[in-house]
């Protein structure tokens, strides 16, 4: 049975004394009262990801994700931090493809793959993100661009390389708007990403991989989301800032 994900992506949020305090919290109430058949996983931003990871070495419970990398090892991309470089801090996830990140930072299809190669390469688990725009869904082409999407980066990964790769689609549409996707719309695109994962990288490979919503989660409504045979967990946002909040969604999955 695949064991499921709840990953808090925390965005352009929290000082490091506010991240410090959140990660505090929900590791204490994840003690007091334990989870253990949920992966809980949180992406501070990088100026946080240090302290943070001491934090949870020292604690355990819970698991550390970035938010980005470069594609590139090292060299003169100013600003930049490469995937090598959140391994070296302890970090074991990283959110690449993200639909923030595509629309405002133009990020391709192609970057997406290069970047979860990257993190690959170094020992760390990409969590792809895919889904589809609001005009997309009411023209009806919601498959088509998903599946452009993953014929484009995630069927390119090395299919010894799959094993490792987290997908979470999120719906633009959904984030943060409220508007949450049913758990009938979900469902159904994540049996459509499983059963594309199947055609290219075989069946176990596709019963063995994850595939987690995100898109306005959140403690009412993640328990139906989470119930659904194709949905391994969430990528949470906003609900992922409260560390009660936070918790209830992931005593839900
Ligand atoms: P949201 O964001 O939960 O605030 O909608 C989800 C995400 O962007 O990962």
Redesign the pocket.
């Known amino acids: 049975m695949r064991k499921k994900i709840v990953a808090g ?1 925390w ?1 352009m949020n929290n000082t490091l004394q506010e991240g410090l305090a959140l990660t505090f919290r929900i590791i204490d109430l994840l003690k007091e009262n334990p989870a253990d058949h949920v992966k809980v996983i949180v992406a501070p931003p990088f100026t946080s990801l240090h302290p943070i990871c001491e934090l949870i070495n020292k604690e355990g419970v819970i698991h550390l994700a970035a938010q980005d990398c470069h594609q590139e090892k090292s060299g003169a991309f100013t600003g930049e931090v490469s995937s090598d470089m959140l391994f070296d801090l302890g970090v074991k996830y990283v959110i690449v493809g ?3 990140r595509r629309h405002y930072f133009n990020e391709t299809d192609a970057l997406v793959l290069a970047k979860a190669e990257a993190a690959l390469d170094v020992g760390l688990r990409p969590i792809m ?1 895919f889904g589809e725009t609001q005009e997309q869904r009411s023209r009806g082409e919601h498959f088509d661009a998903v599946k452009k999407q993953l014929e484009n980066s995630l069927l390119k990964i090395n299919p010894a390389d799959i094993a490792h790769v987290v997908i ?1 689609y ?1 719906p633009v549409w ?4 409220g508007q949450n996707a049913t758990p009938q719309q979900a469902q159904e695109m994540h049996a459509f990403i499983r059963s594309t994962v199947a055609g290219k990288f075989g069946k176990n490979a596709a019963d063995d991989i994850l595939i987690i919503y ?4 959140n403690s009412k409504n993640s328990k139906e989301l989470f119930s659904q045979p194709d949905i391994d967990g969430g ?6 800032l409260k560390a009660d909040e936070f918790v209830q969604i992931v005593r839900s999955a």
């Open positions: 992506n965005k993200h639909s923030e993100c979470a999120e959904a984030i943060g708007t995100g898109g306005s989660c990528l949470i946002g906003g609900a992922s």
